[in-house]
């Protein structure tokens, strides 16, 4: 059975659909990658079931779930992807945008925000938030401070064993 025709199951005749809600939410998109993952297909002889509750596949949970993902934006590809994914707690960004650039098109660089530097700008000299360093060492070390000393490896148990 495809994912668009209507169930034979009788439960889904007397049932109905689960609706969709009206305005989605955050919640309702991360109930509706647990419902198509949950749900998911599992080949049987006599065809694909509901892998959590074995009805016939799709489910009314995998549909709903897969009409809130395409109201939310997600296509099927993407959605089947988060199929094949398996984790049913992968995060969808809300609201869902798809944002790629175009092939052969650099990605826009946002303006960094008031008062910070630019992430490549980091660690420059003349830029603000620079750190000095000396030279040779790393940013993290500091010259001429001793550190703690460091024990040598154990070689014997230092309490004596109960024999």
Same mark, same amino acid.
């Given at each position: 059975m495809r994912v668009g025709e209507q169930s034979?199951?009788?439960?889904?005749?007397?049932?109905?659909e689960v609706p969709v809600p009206a305005s989605l939410t955050p919640e309702d998109v991360r109930l509706a990658v647990r419902a198509v993952v949950v749900h998911a297909a599992?080949?049987?002889?006599?065809?694909?079931?509901? !892998?959590?509750?074995?009805?016939?596949?799709?489910?009314r949970l995998h549909r709903w779930g897969? !009409?809130?993902l395409e109201n939310h934006g997600l296509n099927e590809r993407q959605i089947d992807a988060l199929i094949r994914h398996g984790n049913p707690f992968v995060?969808?960004?809300?609201?869902?945008?798809?944002?790629?650039p175009?092939?052969?098109?650099?990605?826009?660089?946002?303006?960094?925000?008031?008062?910070y530097p630019a992430r490549d700008q980091v660690g420059r000299p003349g830029t603000p938030g620079a750190r000095p360093t000396t030279s040779g060492l790393r940013p993290?070390? !500091?010259?001429?401070v001793p550190g703690r000393p460091v024990a040598p490896p154990a070689?014997?148990?230092?309490?004596? !064993?109960?024999?």
């Open positions: 034979t199951d009788p439960i889904d005749q007397v049932l109905g599992e080949e049987w002889p006599n065809g694909p079931l509901c !892998r959590n509750d074995g009805a016939s596949y799709p489910c897969r !009409r809130v995060h969808v960004p809300f609201p869902f945008t798809y944002t790629t175009r092939p052969g098109t650099a990605p826009a660089r946002t303006a960094p925000a008031a008062g993290g070390v !500091r010259s001429g070689t014997a148990p230092r309490w004596p !064993r109960a024999s």
